[in-house]
């Protein structure tokens, strides 16, 4: 059976490239691509792909919103994820948003159609550097994530009340990579709200109350 794959990500070089180097296997097709989440959901729908392969970094709505979106409307569509991101909290994230499986960008094209076969069959497939985090996560799931210096920035400014175009302009970063931040942030903290995680901070003592 061939594999239809649908390919996400917001760098047209990287769709380009990945439509080449899938080319060169027979049992995959490339039927479309999608260049951020909203649009991969759309396709997935109108397409019916077996696999997606999804970056995770995108602007509109990222890979891991647009993989439980997808994974919950189209249970029998996998989702493997393709990014630079190697966060433990990223790679927990999008296990519990229904990927099959998590690679990072600097693979051989072997793998990645390898992976790809895995997914369709639903079985899991995750890099060395990925599956450690997982397994980190299950021995020790109380371990609190520490922020990054990145993250503790925007937990400063969400302390100020900025929202998240006023941090983006501040920070000199895109809207989208803020609220890539921010989920990260909530998800580490444990909260579901920008609230409650400035509230959070404050008790753990990362901001003070007058940040």
């Keep these: 059976m061939v594999i239809r794959v649908l390919i996400v990500d917001d760098h047209c070089i990287v769709r380009e490239g990945l439509r080449m180097l899938l080319a060169c296997d027979p049992n995959l097709e490339v039927v479309g691509e999608a260049a951020d989440g909203a649009e991969a ?27 439980r979106a997808i994974r919950n409307e189209l249970p029998e569509t996998q989702v493997l994820v393709l990014t630079i991101v190697l966060e433990r909290v990223s790679v927990v994230e999008a296990i519990r948003a229904g990927a099959t499986g998590y ?12 992976a790809i076969k895995a997914a369709a069959a639903g079985q899991v497939y995750l890099s ?13 799931p109380e371990r ?17 009340g900025n929202s998240n175009k006023e941090i983006a302009r501040t920070l000199h970063l895109l809207e989208e990579t803020v609220k890539f931040h921010v989920r990260h ?5 444990g909260v579901q709200s920008r609230t409650q995680a400035v509230l959070a901070a404050i008790r753990l003592g990362i901001v003070s109350p007058q940040s």
């Design 103 to 114: 690679l990072l960008k600097d693979i051989q094209a072997a793998e990645l159609h390898t």
């Design 185 to 189: 942030i909530l998800a580490k903290l």
């Design 144 to 160: 609190p994530e520490p922020l990054t210096p990145r993250e503790m920035d925007v937990l400063r400014l969400l302390a100020q």
């Design 41 to 67: 959901i759309q396709r997935a729908r109108q397409l019916r792909p077996n696999v997606v392969v999804m970056d995770l970094l995108m602007p509109v709505l990222d890979g891991i919103s647009a993989t």
């Design 128 to 140: 060395p550097q990925t599956s450690v985090y997982l397994l980190d996560a299950v021995r020790m």
